[in-house]
């Protein structure tokens, strides 16, 4: 569309992959309020916020919002943990009305680990999330 947002991470990467990733990618809206993941659930998927603004807590106290052009989910998605899946350490809830971008699991990896624009992107926004 040619109203949509910028995206910040979208926009980062080289036009091939931008177009893998937008290619790859199931859209989801969820409603203001509605609850994307909960601390606890055992899940691998990563998330671009492609419109509108998600608020993260951990044991119900609110620790971050993420805007559209961000993403979450990627610590999930890097490191699976054992068993393939790691239980996610917060809970993700619409605060606007939403539209995500979702990798699974297998796209995630097939992009990790073919892409350096994508890797180093995803390096970057794990490096930002722990300073």
Known sequence: ?????????????PPLERGQVDAAMLRERYPAGAVILREG?????????????????????PVAVILAG???????????GPGYQL???????????VELGILDES????????????????RDRLATRLH
């Open 107 to 122: 796209q995630f990896a097939n992009l990790f680990e073919t892409s350096d624009a994508f890797r180093h992107a995803i």
């Open 41 to 61: 659930d055992l899940s691998t998927d990563f998330f671009i916020v492609l419109d509108g603004r998600v608020e993260i807590e951990r044991r119900g106290a």
């Open 70 to 80: 961000d993403v979450f989910g990627e610590s999930g998605a890097v490191d699976p």
């Open 1 to 13: 569309m040619a109203d949509e947002p910028a995206n910040a991470f979208l926009d980062a990467l």
């Open 87 to 97: 239980a996610r350490n917060a809970t993700v809830r619409a605060g606007t009305d």
